[in-house]
């Protein structure tokens, strides 16, 4: 049973528009959560960060985490062509517990 | 401040040859991690190191693959025997506190 899991995609949306990206993940008791983007060619850099049930919002970006749910999204808001990536989720189940990688999703952003 | 770094960049050997990867984390942080990436797939997780607890090898795919990493310094990835299946992007990341984690440029091996 796979622990983070990421929707397959690719996931392609209109310039401007709202691009939405879902995660669930297995262990309940999983603590922190986090979105990583990766550019072709790149290592993975941290985007947004999330450890209690809600919204928290970062310019453009919203990540949105329900525990009961097991459950955490990142919401894109003005999607631009340079958002294109593949954005990683990646939960944390304890203090010293390894990152857990969900397969990633493929953003594109159509001019 | 400085990032985490990795050497070299880029790495290209026979098979058979042996290869070392070095990783030099952020100053401080306690976790560290190896991952693999082969072209167009996603993190494949190797080893993680968290302060001086034994290391979690789960993801090391043979006995030709080793790490190591003293204290809280530098580690070393270790591929034995190298084989065309191990070419890929080898990425280290650090973590400290807050609880962030920040990857390395990363080495790219190829096996010829």
């Known amino acids: 049973q796979k622990e983070v899991e990421q929707n397959s995609g690719p996931l392609s949306v209109p310039e401007g528009a709202i691009a939405s990206l879902n995660c669930t993940y297995s262990d309940r008791g999983s603590q922190s959560f986090f979105w990583y983007r990766q550019y072709s060619g790149k290592s993975p850099e941290l985007i947004m960060s999330?450890?209690?049930?809600g919204d928290k919002e970062d310019g453009r970006f919203t990540a949105q985490l329900n525990k009961a749910s097991q459950y955490v999204s990142l919401l894109i808001r003005d999607s631009q062509p340079s958002d294109s990536a593949t954005y990683l989720c990646?939960?944390?189940?304890?203090?010293?517990?390894?990152?857990?990688f969900g397969k990633g999703i493929t953003l594109s952003v159509r001019p | 401040g400085a990032g985490v770094s990795q050497s070299p960049s880029n790495k290209v050997t026979e098979k058979g040859k042996d290869v070392e990867l070095r990783c030099d984390p952020i100053?401080?942080?306690?976790?560290l991690y190896w991952y693999r990436q082969r072209l167009g797939q996603g993190l494949e997780f190797l080893i993680y190191f968290q302060g001086n607890s034994a290391p979690d090898k789960s993801g090391l795919p043979s006995d030709r693959f080793s790490a190591e990493r003293t204290g809280e310094s530098v580690s070393t990835l270790t591929i034995q025997r190298t084989q065309q299946e191990d070419s890929a992007v080898y990425l280290c990341?650090?973590?400290?506190?807050?609880?962030?984690?920040?990857f390395g440029p990363g080495t790219r091996l190829t096996v010829l």
């Open positions: 100053s401080g942080h306690t976790a």
């Open positions: 990646a939960v944390k189940p304890g203090a010293n517990s390894k990152l857990t």
């Open positions: 990341a650090s973590r400290g506190i807050p609880d962030t984690q920040y």
């Open positions: 999330i450890y209690s049930n």
